[in-house]
């Protein structure tokens, strides 16, 4: 049987969690139980009276462009060890999928324990975190002071979103209760969240610091002003994702900038062995500001322009990378612009 947890049978997840993330606190773990957990959709399947598998499904609010979409970062996969390798996890995300794509959600995202698990279910790479810390400028010139959740959090919040329009199309949004969580979530695990702020320009914040341990052996979020951070190494591979609702998605492709046309139409054919209302064929109309699909039923006399699996349309779209075309298709994928800068550190 597969079923969401009601509010009050929740709890019964936490002994798997125990279980399989036997590396979490206890008091991360009372932390995740009474502040993420009052408020996702836990998704299980039982054999008989016990709990068999499960995953959580976050809900996060993400900017993507100039829009927010209500997206959900799957956390807390986990099967029992005495029902592995019977099937549960994709009966689990087969009903997830389909939970997602009724409620018009344009994709889901996940932090892998081992992508090759979630390769099958066409997931892929669409963000790679840069590896930074606080310069030496940072750590000499700022003040620091301990983030207080009332008052604080509102400028964290403006200054985050700031920033994060810079450099990134696709992040989550963070408003106060967004930093209001991190705050908890950080301090549950030894840790802390600090402001650091300039000391000649008024007390102007200048970077926001979150870190797990006593000792801030774990960074867990550092975004801050040019300048006071430093690369310590090349941006690594983190999270992945999976185009859920694939109309919905591409409602935020558009041509390029310098595109010689101001629109353009194309057939492409997709697969998608899970999603089913994703594969065929389909009109796909681009202008300067949007995009979107039409389904074509009557394929006789139709030869697509362009032909992939929904896992390399999703790594394509994100920016992540360019899909495999033949030669005389390249101009034509050249003048579709793909999201630009995707940034999620999330955990939970």
């Known amino acids: ?30 932390y995740y139980y009474s502040d993420r957990v009052r408020k996702n959709k836990i998704l299980t399947a039982w054999d008989k009276d016990k709990v068999a598998a ?9 900017v993507v462009k ?15 060890p005495s029902h592995r ?10 009903r997830c999928f389909t939970d997602m794509y009724r409620e ?52 964290a ?42 000391r000649e320009e008024k007390e102007r914040l200048c970077c926001i610091l979150a870190y797990y341990g006593e000792k801030a052996e774990t960074q867990r979020e550092l975004i801050c002003l040019p300048g006071y951070e ?12 999976r185009i859920i609702h694939l109309e919905q998605f591409v409602s935020v492709i558009r041509l390029e900038e310098d595109c010689p046309v101001s629109e353009m139409e194309l057939f492409i054919e997709v697969k998608d062995d899970l999603i089913r209302q994703n594969s065929g064929v389909f009109l796909w109309k681009l202008n300067r500001e949007t995009s979107k699909l039409i389904p074509i039923d009557g394929l006789e006399g139709i030869k697509p322009h362009l032909s992939m699996g929904i896992g390399e349309l999703t790594y ?33």
Not at 85 to 94: E, I, S
Not at 104 to 111: D, K
Not at 230 to 241: A, H, L, R, Y
Request: net charge neutral; glycine share 6%; with cysteine.
């Open 1 to 30: 049987m597969i079923r969401y947890l009601k509010q009050d049978e929740k709890s019964q997840s936490r002994g798997l969690w125990e279980m399989v993330f036997s590396e979490d606190t206890q008091s991360f773990l009372d």
């Open 54 to 62: 499960m995953l959580h499904r976050n809900p996060y609010e993400v």
């Open 66 to 80: 100039d829009r927010i979409w209500k997206v959900d970062y799957i956390a807390g996969v986990a099967t029992d």
């Open 85 to 94: 390798h019977q099937g549960y996890m994709r009966r689990l995300l087969d």
């Open 104 to 155: 018009r959600m344009g994709f889901t995202f996940l932090v892998p324990a081992d992508p090759a698990i979630y390769h099958p279910f066409d997931f892929t790479y669409i963000c790679d975190l840069p590896q930074v810390v606080l310069s030496e400028k940072g750590r000499l010139s700022l003040s620091r002071r301990a983030f207080m959740e009332r008052s604080d959090a509102r400028e």
């Open 157 to 198: 919040a403006r200054f985050a979103g700031r920033e994060l329009e810079k450099r990134y199309e696709v992040y989550a949004h963070r408003d106060e209760e967004y930093y209001k969580n991190l705050c908890r979530e950080v301090r549950s695990d030894k840790g802390d969240m600090v402001l650091l702020s300039s």
């Open 230 to 241: 430093k690369e310590i190494g090349t941006p690594k591979p983190s999270v992945m994702g």
């Open 316 to 348: 394509w779209l994100f920016g992540y990378r360019k899909p495999s075309v033949p030669e005389d298709r390249i101009s034509m994928v050249d003048r579709i612009h793909s999201l630009q800068g995707v940034f999620f550190d999330e955990i939970t």
